[in-house]
């Protein structure tokens, strides 16, 4: 198979991450245009205009991975319904890349690709068409040049939907824990984004590095509204909020900045996808194309100056997995959470109590050449499963240690930072120690939630200097720091911890060896003089070992609650009638209940006294088939739930 038409349908697959394909095989057919920059040079542009005379906002994106594909179907819940289009919609090809290809310069200049988008911009501004107001939306590579084109302040840029990525490039996006992430890398090298050399030179922490991070976080520089919208199954997850955070203290435009992370993983490939309603071997419809629904409620509020009650959303909304719940925040992590540990016991067991005895431990073998394999998680190549999965296969091995705690008597709640402490040992001078953390069900399925690594080398840093070999008999006290997240481990469930020393090839495999060069061959995936390691990890009353949670303290009335102990709506599909149930009193006592459509366009919205009635009838005999969100709205409270009309 031709490099060329492997990379024709790999950039297939990447393009589902931002739509549904419809199963029709009749394509749209676009306005085609080239537009002229300010080196004379041509990109070329698909655009799509709504019926009548507008004038229109337009919605820009631009990608490297074809513009011809979206003809198969538009993003955000548009598809082929050209019908419901109300905006302009321009898609480009990046400079280099596709129809653009002929534009192709040496790209010595960092700023280019934000030039070339205030170009596309001012290109927009003039044409009859446009009514001079441009919004930005895109996924991964397509939302950091949006970060790239807002940096250039174009007048009529006002307002951008960066989706699963941030403007960053950082160290620990390629090495994370020190290691290399090697079916990333890879990934990215197959579809031309080959960083291989430049990361092959700097495998540590330095100067260029600090160079390359200063000059790609920006945040002074964002003057315009965005909505981010990340996953928790995302490898972009910490990174995204990360800059979130920093926009929500230096930004000029701070106070539009918001957020939304679902139950989502990066996408690409297959039905894992941003607001698809399968992820991995997990399932969520309520948050099924709800990314899609607020970011046509951000444009309208923004583009079309409709009163929608944008102004009223809070900064942060965040899906709780488990609970199955959005829940809205002024800030991640929320306030008010405390700490929680279970600790590494006897029997294998993740207790409350720490251990009594003084001298466990518990030893395994790892073998660069037969690595643990990597199922499922925040992966990104196109041959790995992406997403939550069953660990069975890497529990089943003898080359880990498997901690589980008894079955969970009330709801465990975890929102924020998650960390793994541990008292390790190595009979090498160098390995790995890869933490897996599962939500255990009732049936035996140990869906993977979150995983982190650590490259021992690494421990103290990752800077040369901070760099140093292990020592035979020495126990090392290690932290490893997990991504963010906010899993409710239900009653019934158990939580385990899966502790390797190999995720692959999510990451490389360490030889043990010690060797300087941690890549011969300028390989990120070779196996040079590989040396089998006795590792041993510790739990005993004098190196306590952990996982530690960060729990929310609840009150319902004015945090989270569960949706099964908040809101109930039935029936499901509705008719004409569909009821409200709260099981809380104190929840809500007169709502505004707003039912949107898919587009986020409000489609009724009502007061409702309840004279202490925990049931409201609502009629909906004038809605249409179809999915709609139903937004409950109290005292500073909001439960968004998904509704179907069906007759």
Known sequence: MSSIFFKTVLVFFMLNCCFNYANSQVFLNPDVDSIIVRDNNKIAADIYLPAGNGPFSTILIQTPYNRLFYRAGLPLGIEKNLSELRYAIVITDWRCFYGSS???????????????????????TQQNWSNGKVGTWGASALAKVQFMTAREKHPAHICAVPLVSGSQFQYDEYFPGGAARTEYIEQLSGIGFDFSTTLMNNPHYNNVWQFVENNNMFPDE?????????GWYDHNLKLMINLFDTLQKVSPAAADQHILIGPWAHGGFGQTQVGSIQQGEMMYPEAEKFNDSLAIAFFDYHLENISNGWETKSPVIYYQVGSNTWVNANQWPPDGNTSLKFYLNENNLLTLSEPAQNNLNYSFEYNPEDPSPTIGGATLKQV????????????????????????????????????????VESDKKDTDFIVRLTNVYPDGRSILKNEQILR???????????????????????????????????????????????NY?????????????????NSFDAVFNPEIATNTVFANTNNLSFIEFQTPQFNFTEKIAESKAELTIYPVPANDVLTIEQTNELLFENPEIVIFDIYGRAISSQKHYRNHSTHIQLNVENLAEGFYILSVNDKGRTINKKILIQR
Request: hydrophobic share 40%.
């Open 102 to 124: 002929d534009a192709c310069i040496p790209l010595t200049n960092n700023t280019i690709r934000g030039e070339d988008g205030y170009d596309i911009i001012e290109w927009i």
């Open 222 to 230: 964002i003057e315009i509204p965005m909505l981010h919208i990340a």
């Open 384 to 423: 790995l499963l992406q997403g939550p999965y069953d660990q069975a296969p890497v529990e089943q091995r003898n080359d880990n240690l498997v901690f589980t705690s008894e079955v969970l008597e009330s709801d465990l709640h975890t929102t924020g930072s998650v960390v793994v402490k541990l008292h």
């Open 456 to 502: 021992m080398r690494f421990r103290d840093g990752y800077t040369v200097n901070d760099t140093s070999f292990l020592e035979a008999g020495v126990i090392y006290p290690i932290e490893i720091e997990l991504p963010p997240q906010a899993i409710t481990f239900n009653a019934g469930n158990r939580v385990r911890l899966i502790i390797s020393s190999s």
């Open 505 to 521: 090839p999510r990451y490389n495999r360490n030889m043990n060896n010690g060797a300087a060069n941690m890549y011969p061959g």
